[in-house]
């Protein structure tokens, strides 16, 4: 049987055109002297170009009790800048000149890395190389621009989380599910950290993690590779690297009693039920996450998943679900669901109705034609990707920076054809089983409306 | 009203002869150059004595990441010492010299420090001084005693933490009530971390931390306080003092969410109910702390206590209850209460039983009369805690370790006096309001037996 099954799910592969063959990006890459990494993805539909610059540096790998300080100097990135060769800015001055080209900008800052980009007409790419090759060493600002942009990002901090019960909800879960770990720690920072950040200390840090070689370069659009790689030769190429220790975190204890966490909160009109698993990224386990991901797909993956069906059409305990998982992760992954239950009085329900689903997939294992479909469904999603601007640099940015290989990106769509059913049976066994108590537990979190006179 | 209650309160008091006005302990305290404190209490009954020593280091001061130090610390001080003028010791032979004096010695971490104790004949003073004043510079032990004592110390945790599920749940609601903050590590450190220390971070630690000028000598017992000051001056005075920094460690997020931790085990015979608070220690403030312990004993002190009465004696909802408060804590401190449920059916009657003894608190306040027999109840102990040998020893150790004064300790009787039924209410109302979901809520714990099945 198993083997009639492997068989039927070759023939529906190879039915798909020769795509499975192919690379999904056709990327270019180089490496500077320096250490930089540069990749290349041509795209000649329209004039214009993406250039992002991915740093190896994140949340996670910042010092205990400075929280916030890998965004704040995402902030700070923008508040100006000196340079001999690549010449300086005035705080803002970066982007007014981008927007002045027709162009835009922006930043994130997760918590394995920080990534900075300018979406622009192609002839403008030496500009904005240049310009952003300055900032990688040359950052400079004044002790008051500090002092006020601190101000700025509490501010951000007070509306974004402090402001909303989902947030810290998801800051006190995450603090659970990573006990020990840098990822309890949030992106923006703990207000009293971000309150007691010292210049010095920002600038120690940025001095620490912004270099050649921690960084990878990534352009997309209407370029030739060769004239990137020259142009870069020329920008980045002139910033020295810097000494750079391997990234070493700790660990979380192992821990097996199952926490809740529960808000009651005014703002609050309907309950969420939310539950994250810590699983395997794709840097630590290449396969587990390929099939993390199929997973992912047939129980989360939109209105035919799953577990919408069994909750949402069929039992009805439900109103939305959905789930989630990104490999990308330089230390463990997470998989999390949310739910809007039907009512309060139907959390447990659907609680049970979750673990019923996992329960079914270890024990009966999916069928052969969720198994091929969602692959191929996987599979046309990547080659719909090629056809954006920012896609590719994005998806090689991320998956590159917690380091996954130019290999692995390209030749993902076969290796996503290589999970088995066993393998989903498996991998749900190992990680999300509901009956097996004395592994890692998830975490679960439930949002009410505040009940009115008192709490509980 | 609250005037009559005051003076009644006062007469009754001043009933109490004058003990209250008196020293508790009439301890004697001089420093040594190098920054040693020393505190005797003399108590002529019998021939012997108690020499502690106490170091302001525990695991709260250990590396993130190096978890376990303090205590493999603790283990290493036995292991050998050399001193050119204090003399050297093999493994094992300064246990070995107490006890063949008819003697025993011992030692024990916390979160804010370690102490290490000879009770012995007062003839043996000066040999114990000179040995303990020798490793307080010179433990030496060489690399294979390092890595058996490892062993050892792997295999006490595993008996008394991995195989045992209360250790496994206090682990765990410690982590979660002190999130980011170092009190979430526990004393004997993680598995995974004691085994990644390496020698030279224990003795990095260890020449960091154990200094004259980080400790608190303290004997008591048939000795004299000027023969005890002129034998520490001959021995500890001649360690140098070492640069120590001010113990800054930091602080947890404010967390708003309720969490509840849960642990089904077949080691687990009958439910348990846990609940720990952060409230204040006496090092934070003198005042509340003083308050929190008559609280604890009005509410949770023994048979006659408020929640023993309401919870084992009237509802029938429990077989036992206890609540303890410890002041002595260098952050904050936390009060604890455990419950033994009289079935698992109970446990939601527990939590409501607890809340509503803390509303009637808030509310109604306690009587005159809960107030001033608590008072003397507690005056009445401290007297008695002079009689004893090791009593005096450990109260004035950690609490002048964890920053109170000798004058607060001699002073207690009096202080503790001074509490309020208004001041019970208050410090009831802000940091045990069942009824104020937006402050740091206590964390909530249960054990349960398996359940034949699966979980849950």
């Known amino acids: 049987m198993k083997q009639f099954i492997l068989i039927i799910i070759a023939v529906i592969l190879c039915s798909a055109p020769s795509m499975a063959m192919d690379k999904v990006f056709n990327a270019k890459s180089y490496m500077l002297d320096n250490g930089l990494q540069i990749v290349v993805v041509e795209n000649h539909r329209a004039p214009v170009i993406t250039h992002m610059i991915w740093y190896r540096v994140g949340a996670a790998d910042e010092p205990r009790g400075q929280s916030g300080i890998a965004h704040f100097l995402e902030h700070l990135m923008f508040k100006g800048q000196k340079h001999a060769v690549l010449g300086d800015l005035e705080a803002g001055e970066f982007s007014k000149i981008v927007r002045s080209l027709g162009g835009n900008d922006n930043a994130f800052t ?30 400079f600002i004044p002790q008051e621009g500090f002092v006020s942009e601190k101000k700025v990002i509490q501010e951000e901090r007070r509306q974004r989380t402090d402001n909303d019960p989902r947030a810290q909800m998801s800051e006190q879960m995450r603090e659970a599910l990573f006990p020990n770990h840098p990822y309890s720690i949030p992106i923006i920072g703990w207000m009293h950290e971000i309150e007691g950040l010292k210049y010095q200390e920002v600038m120690d840090f940025y001095h620490k993690y912004y270099a050649p070689n921690n960084a990878v370069l990534i352009v997309s659009g209407d370029v030739s590779a060769d004239q990137v790689f020259e142009i870069a030769k020329r920008t980045y190429g002139i ?59 047939i129980i989360g993956g939109g209105s035919t998943s799953r577990l919408y069906k069994s909750l949402v059409v069929e039992q009805k305990i439900a109103t939305n679900i959905s789930l989630s998982y990104n490999s990308a992760a330089w230390d463990d992954a997470t998989l999390s669901i949310a739910v809007n239950p039907a009512s309060k009085e139907k959390i447990a329900d659907v609680k049970a109705a979750i673990d019923n689903e996992l329960r079914k997939i270890i024990n009966d294992g999916i069928s052969v034609k969720e198994l091929s479909e969602s692959i191929m469904r996987m599979q046309n999603n990547a080659i719909y990707a090629r056809d954006s601007l920012t896609g590719p640099a994005m998806i090689i940015g991320y998956s590159l920076i917690t380091g996954s290989s130019l290999d692995d990106i390209e030749h993902w769509p076969q290796q996503i054809e290589s999970v088995t059913i066993e393998q989903i049976q498996e991998v749900t066994r190992k990680y999300l089983n509901p009956d097996v108590p004395y592994k890692t537990p998830p975490i679960d979190g439930v949002l009410l409306p505040k009940a009115t006179g008192g709490n509980e």
């Open 239 to 297: 910033i020295e690297r810097s000494d750079m220790l391997e990234r070493s975190w700790i660990k979380s204890p192992p821990f097996i009693a199952k926490t809740a966490i529960s808000l009651e909160h005014p703002t609050i009109k309907e309950p969420v039920f939310r539950r994250s698993y810590r699983v395997p990224s794709a840097n630590q386990s290449k396969q587990e996450s390929l099939i993390l991901e199929v997973l992912e797909d």
């Open 110 to 139: 997760s918590q394995d890395f920080t990534a900075y980009f300018q979406s622009i007409s192609n002839k403008h790419l030496e500009r904005v190389m240049k310009m952003e090759a300055g900032r990688m060493r040359g950052m």
